[in-house]
C-alpha cells in the first residue's frame, strides 16, 4: 500500500507574473525547481497566503536565478503578483520507504531568493 508524503516545498513563493493568456501551469525559476527536488510536468499543489485559494497545476521551467514564479493559465485567477504562495509536491510511498523520508523544504524571501532549506519542519508547540 502507498501513503502520500510530502516530498518537496517552496515555502512563500512570491508571485512575479500572474498571465491568463499563456498555457496553463506554473513557471518556476529552474534553479529553484533542482533545489527542491521538483522535475518539470510534475504535479504542484498551491496554496495562496494571501487568499486562500488552493489549487493543483505542474511545474514548467523559468529562467534559472530569475526568481520567476509565474501563475499562468486559468490558475491566473487564483493568484495576483506578489502573493505569497506555499507550493507543494508529494510522493506515493511505501511504508518501508516513508520510514526514511525526508522532504526537501526550501525557504524563500521576498525576491525569491533562498533564506534556507531544511529536510523537516520543526515541532509545533502550544
Known amino acids: 500500500m502507498y501513503q502520500m508524503f ?45 487568499n486562500g485559494n488552493r489549487f493543483v497545476t505542474y511545474a514548467i521551467k523559468a529562467e534559472e536565478r530569475s526568481g520567476i514564479i509565474s501563475v499562468n493559465g486559468a490558475a491566473a485567477h487564483k493568484a495576483d503578483k506578489g502573493d505569497r504562495l506555499i507550493i507543494c509536491t508529494y510522493a506515493g510511498l511505501t511504508p518501508q520507504e516513508a520510514a526514511k523520508h525526508r522532504p526537501n523544504l526550501v525557504y524563500l524571501d521576498e525576491h525569491n531568493k533562498v533564506i534556507r532549506s531544511s529536510r523537516s519542519t520543526p515541532v509545533q508547540v502550544a
Open 6 to 50: 510530502l516530498k518537496a516545498k517552496l515555502h512563500h513563493a512570491r508571485v512575479t507574473h500572474s498571465e491568463l493568456e499563456y498555457e496553463g501551469s506554473c513557471a518556476i525559476d529552474a534553479g529553484l525547481l533542482g533545489q527542491a527536488g521538483i522535475q518539470e510536468y510534475e504535479q504542484l499543489h498551491v496554496y495562496n497566503l494571501e
